[in-house]
DNA sequence: TAGCCTACCTGTAACGTTTCAGATTTGGGA
DNA sequence: TCCCAAATCTGAAACGTTACAGGTAGGCTA
């Protein structure tokens, strides 16, 4: 004989009981479950569990005793093939941004707010060799997910357009230009610019140069660019190109490219960085060509992560809080999802000049 | 009258245009569609696109054919529903070790193997403060996921107890020693730890001092331990210890405690660091108590980023690839659910000395 | 007394999938 | 010619939820 047992209990269900071998297996509750407890039907049991307005008190009441006693929790399979609701955020990213904890912290301040709430977060990375449209592409088409958040957002950018017509919530880090009110949240990197150009020229340094992100494509590039060229302008001082090398480059070239333009003749005495990592191996590149950081040459810097101040003390420092973008994101697709105008889920966080120990 | 149309399609499912708005929202096929187009039951398509045995080949051939055409998705609620397989992968990890794209490589490491198949990521981060029981337990108790990824693995950890008797397909980036089998993939800290030693010693130094893990709580630790006790015996070196601070501690606190200690009489001449964040705080420190690295001290530490070599070229630096690591562990929860045996899917890598540029 | 409203509750169907237990067809052997 | 097995295919049921269209009881009005 076999030794399993199998039982009707009596809501239905199958109890599948493993004489020795499997440890009493619970079964999970479902609305049949507390339905039969309770002696009323499902229906009222859902409706009851949402406090709908045609439930009698007492039945709410005892309803959501007996849920909360057996630890009910509603199987997401079965909501999201009934009602199409994934309870899901997406957060799409390129694998690039990796470094110095960019993408951890995004991480970390999205789920910090989904934590309170139904939703889950799927990750979904893609490289830059690809098109950014394919996940995006993936999500609408299959439905797995009720809201996306994504960066790199760039000026005129296709997934805004594709998720907008699809009506499908979304936020961005970083704004566009392409006149579509969506929800974003931003660092003010045109604030960033100016205000280490100024940083810079208070320090009497008069050739400007600037790493920044990779050329028009990413909004922030231009933001970078205004205002930065805004600062330079009212300094009266000189702009110096860096060219062949942008925030992208890889760590290496960063150092060689800087290296052969601080040996050069026309190098800049000031230069404004717009990230940590990329920092980093600059600053390698100005040592290696006889250079001392705070002497020959300043440097401002972004970063996401508390460490350019220790790396090298000399470096002025703004910090950009991605963590708080993260919550920040996922508060404004969770009011989107819920309804709220695009125009009101629109934010922007300030550059914090980093404070000396 | 009402400017919608509702009409039904030959599936019998119910479109929905919205005249003008809705931009001709084109409805998702199902296995119902594809069985109208091909004269079939939907049983039969079911069958015929998972290539069952008693399916015709031709009829395979051409439901196949018309799933590819229509771009057929199965849809995952269904599955989900009527399966209980979620096709999703939860990484549980702790908020604290986002410093230095920790988290970031492991994400893209996983997703780089779960983009070739039907699974998604999801990311569950806890604090440090909570009880890294409870997301598991989440997990587990709602089945929301196939399988799961953590970290920071513990000698005798509640949560491999846990899903072992659950009967949870897992991987754990670290070992555990509670004799029970499961797939790992851990770093060799132990080979880490030895090896650094040893390249202190033929520097020269015989005055040893550590900075590991949190004592003895997480599993790393240990290793860290066996091989730095190994090598200095073999070196007859002394080991300096550092007590008030591991690699959980704030920047700060290591930056203050280290200049502390390198101020003091008893200071090493020789650091293993096994945190590239921690590092940098560390060198931070012994600069402050005018100590100058590759001269008065030495300093061996571990990265996952390419970043320590640009911030004082004299560390000795070993890398830790962790988006290897994602890679590997997410290989091991998949043919872990596929049933493979756990001690098949136990590995570790070698710490691989930096090659200079 | 009938009629009707309100307040509360209920069964059935449906979402898309897979499984189960057949049903139908075909071909071959007797 | 008949029957059986193999090869294909099929409908119904079920997973857990919510929406829809009722149902019932009690009280109030006319």
Redesign the interface.
């Given at each position: 004989m076999d030794d399993r047992l199998i039982m009707k209990n009596k809501t239905g269900n199958q109890i599948l009981r493993d004489a020795a071998i499997?440890?009493a297996e619970a079964e999970?509750p479902t609305l049949k479950t507390i339905a039969f407890m309770a002696g009323l039907g499902v229906t009222t049991v859902s409706r009851a569990l949402k406090d709908a307005p045609e439930i009698g008190q007492a039945t709410k009441n005892r309803v959501q005793l007996i849920a909360k006693q057996i630890?009910y929790?509603p199987?997401?399979?079965?909501v999201?093939?009934r009602t199409g609701k994934?309870n899901?955020i997406s957060l799409v990213l390129n694998?690039q941004s990796?470094?110095?904890?960019?993408?951890?912290?995004m991480?970390?301040g999205i789920?910090e707010v989904l934590s309170q709430t139904p939703y889950?977060?799927?990750?979904?990375?893609y490289s830059l060799e690809n098109d950014p449209m394919q996940p995006i592409r993936y999500i609408v088409?299959?439905?797995?997910a009720d809201g996306i958040i994504m960066s790199r957002t760039e000026p005129d950018d296709p997934r805004v357009r594709y998720l907008t017509?699809?009506?499908i919530p979304f936020a961005t880090h970083g704004r566009t230009e392409m006149g579509i009110e969506h929800p974003y949240h931003d660092f003010d990197n045109e604030a960033f610019a100016y205000l280490s150009v100024k940083s810079l020229l208070a320090k009497g340094r008069r050739k400007i140069a600037m790493l920044a992100g990779p050329s028009p494509a990413v909004t922030y590039y231009r933001h970078l660019d205004r205002g930065f060229s805004r600062a330079i302008e009212e300094g009266s001082a000189a702009a110096v190109a860096f060219s062949g090398v942008d925030v992208d480059t890889s760590?290496?070239r960063i150092?060689d490219r800087m290296e052969e333009i601080m040996s050069g003749s026309n190098r800049p005495d000031g230069i404004v960085c717009c990230s940590g990592?990329a920092a980093?191996?600059l600053?390698?590149g100005i040592e290696a060509a006889g250079l001392k950081i705070g002497e020959d040459v300043d440097l401002v810097s972004k970063q996401s992560?508390?460490?350019l101040q220790?790396?090298r003390p000399q470096i002025i420092v703004f910090n950009e809080d991605v963590r708080h973008a993260g919550r920040e994101l996922a508060r404004a697709v969770l009011r989107r999802i819920a309804g709220v105008d695009a125009r009101e889920l629109q934010s922007l966080s300030y550059p914090d000049e980093h404070e000396l120990?």
């Amino acid at each position: 004989m076999d030794d399993r047992l199998i039982m009707k209990n009596k809501t239905g269900n199958q109890i599948l009981r493993d004489a020795a071998i499997a440890p009493a297996e619970a079964e999970r509750p479902t609305l049949k479950t507390i339905a039969f407890m309770a002696g009323l039907g499902v229906t009222t049991v859902s409706r009851a569990l949402k406090d709908a307005p045609e439930i009698g008190q007492a039945t709410k009441n005892r309803v959501q005793l007996i849920a909360k006693q057996i630890g009910y929790r509603p199987n997401r399979a079965g909501v999201r093939l009934r009602t199409g609701k994934t309870n899901v955020i997406s957060l799409v990213l390129n694998a690039q941004s990796s470094i110095m904890g960019l993408t951890s912290n995004m991480v970390y301040g999205i789920s910090e707010v989904l934590s309170q709430t139904p939703y889950h977060l799927t990750v979904t990375p893609y490289s830059l060799e690809n098109d950014p449209m394919q996940p995006i592409r993936y999500i609408v088409e299959t439905g797995s997910a009720d809201g996306i958040i994504m960066s790199r957002t760039e000026p005129d950018d296709p997934r805004v357009r594709y998720l907008t017509e699809h009506g499908i919530p979304f936020a961005t880090h970083g704004r566009t230009e392409m006149g579509i009110e969506h929800p974003y949240h931003d660092f003010d990197n045109e604030a960033f610019a100016y205000l280490s150009v100024k940083s810079l020229l208070a320090k009497g340094r008069r050739k400007i140069a600037m790493l920044a992100g990779p050329s028009p494509a990413v909004t922030y590039y231009r933001h970078l660019d205004r205002g930065f060229s805004r600062a330079i302008e009212e300094g009266s001082a000189a702009a110096v190109a860096f060219s062949g090398v942008d925030v992208d480059t890889s760590l290496g070239r960063i150092r060689d490219r800087m290296e052969e333009i601080m040996s050069g003749s026309n190098r800049p005495d000031g230069i404004v960085c717009c990230s940590g990592g990329a920092a980093i191996a600059l600053v390698a590149g100005i040592e290696a060509a006889g250079l001392k950081i705070g002497e020959d040459v300043d440097l401002v810097s972004k970063q996401s992560t508390d460490v350019l101040q220790w790396f090298r003390p000399q470096i002025i420092v703004f910090n950009e809080d991605v963590r708080h973008a993260g919550r920040e994101l996922a508060r404004a697709v969770l009011r989107r999802i819920a309804g709220v105008d695009a125009r009101e889920l629109q934010s922007l966080s300030y550059p914090d000049e980093h404070e000396l120990r």
